[in-house]
């Protein structure tokens, strides 16, 4: 794998996600300035999540008849807060961010990320505003019917977040919180729908060269070893106490324990 370019990033991501432990709710009218400028008037209210559509190449390499290992490379356009006007707020200029994630899963569509090799990368225009290391994620994907193909969740942790860009509702930058709190970021989409029998775009060929040995050479979404996705969700911010954050990660160790467990019964 060739090595991935700037500072790792760490915030978590799974939109409905909620704590248990005090202090950890999602944050709520907070504010959003996309051009980082840290002016009164260019800050953007977001009361509970922002919105993201975006695009994803994978490939997987089948260790097995039923199971896989995947690499993906995926980016996401951030427009709008709420759902957009008029009940939500559209922003001006957009973010984007871009995913790049491994894993494995099987062909009941069950799939896991690996958290060590999987980070998520926010910019305003070129300019890198946060960065983003993977907790814990997975997704289940169910193809053939009138409803969404499949979810993704990820949980992220924020290990680097520029200034002036995003507030907590009493106006402070969350950069200066992430030096004595972690911040937390949920991310989850809804929406994955495969572009069957076509050619992955171009950017997306790019991006996943950059990050994965060997290079694919003009791959076409198949169904199987290649797929061309597209998927749309939202993200939320929580701000949880150090203590919270260790509890979750034991409960989400908990939590795969259980499941190896159930798969072995």
Do not use: C
């Not at 200034?163 to 969350?174: I, P, Q, S």
């Not at 996943?208 to 060997?214: E, I, R």
């Amino acid at each position: 794998m060739k090595s991935f370019k700037g500072t790792i990033s760490a915030i978590a991501i799974a939109a409905g996600l909620v704590l248990t432990a005090p202090a950890s709710a999602t944050l709520t009218n907070w504010y959003v300035d996309t051009d980082g400028a840290a002016a009164v008037s260019g800050k953007v209210l977001v009361q509970d999540y922002l919105d993201l559509t975006g695009i994803a190449y994978v490939h997987n390499t089948f260790t097995s008849m039923t199971n896989f290992s995947f690499n993906e490379y995926g980016t996401y356009n951030i427009l709008t807060a709420d759902g957009g006007s008029p009940a939500g707020s559209d922003l001006n200029p957009k973010l984007t961010a871009e995913l790049i994630a491994t894993g494995t899963g099987d062909i009941g569509g069950n799939l896991n990320f690996t958290p060590t090799t999987t980070i998520l990368n926010v910019f305003s225009g070129a300019t890198q505003i946060a960065s983003l290391f993977l907790l814990q994620g997975n997704a289940v994907l169910d193809s053939g019917t009138v409803l969404p193909n499949g979810d993704v969740s990820l949980i992220f942790q924020a290990s680097m977040i520029a200034a002036g860009y995003f507030f907590d509702d009493d106006m402070v930058d969350l950069s200066a919180i992430l030096s004595v709190n972690p911040i937390v970021l949920g991310f989850a989409t809804t929406n994955v729908n495969e572009r069957e029998n076509q050619a992955v775009a171009a950017t997306l060929v790019t991006g996943y060269n950059a990050a994965f040995d060997p290079d694919q050479a003009a791959p076409v979404s198949n169904g199987s070893t290649d797929l061309y996705l597209t998927n749309n969700g939202q993200f939320r911010v929580q701000v949880p106490e150090p203590g919270s954050l260790a509890l979750l990660g034991i409960g989400l160790m908990g939590l795969a324990f259980g499941k190896r467990r159930s798969k072995l019964a």
